[in-house]
Nanobody, 115 residues
Framework: VQLQASGGGLVQSGGSLRLSCVTSGLIFSRSDMEWYREAPGKLRELVASISMDGSTNYVSSVKGRFTISRDDAKNTVYLQMNSLKPEDTGVYFC??????????WGQGTQVTVSS
């Protein structure tokens, strides 16, 4: 199983980025998908999740700014991030919860928001 995250970068405050996480080796449609971030000196936190049926949840700090979506035909989950703030800086990871049992992590992608 592989999860390949991409789309991070350096952006100014107020800008946007779109993260992608392409999966292989699992039945994507049987996976709940999550995006986490890890800021310097902080614990990794759950940012957004999307279930197999498309239900979404967000941490309060990103509600109204971030949108998680999935394309089962492309085995890919996305995180559209708008109105970015310096406190959104961190390494972003995707995670698959496969058949609500097995957990798989992708490598991180760095997001840096300058003030």
């Amino acid at each position: 199983v592989q999860l390949q995250a991409s789309g991070g970068g350096l952006v100014q405050s107020g800008g946007s980025l779109r993260l992608s996480c392409v999966t292989s080796g699992l039945i994507f449609s049987r996976s709940d998908m999550e995006w986490y971030r890890e800021a310097p000196g902080k614990l990794r936190e759950l940012v957004a999740s999307i279930s197999m049926d498309g239900s979404t949840n967000y941490v309060s700090s990103v509600k109204g700014r971030f949108t998680i979506s999935r394309d089962d035909a492309k085995n890919t989950v996305y995180l559209q991030m708008n109105s970015l703030k310096p406190e959104d800086t961190g390494v972003y990871f995707c995670k698959a919860n496969y058949y609500n049992n097995w957990k798989f992590w992708g490598q991180g992608t760095q997001v840096t928001v300058s003030s």
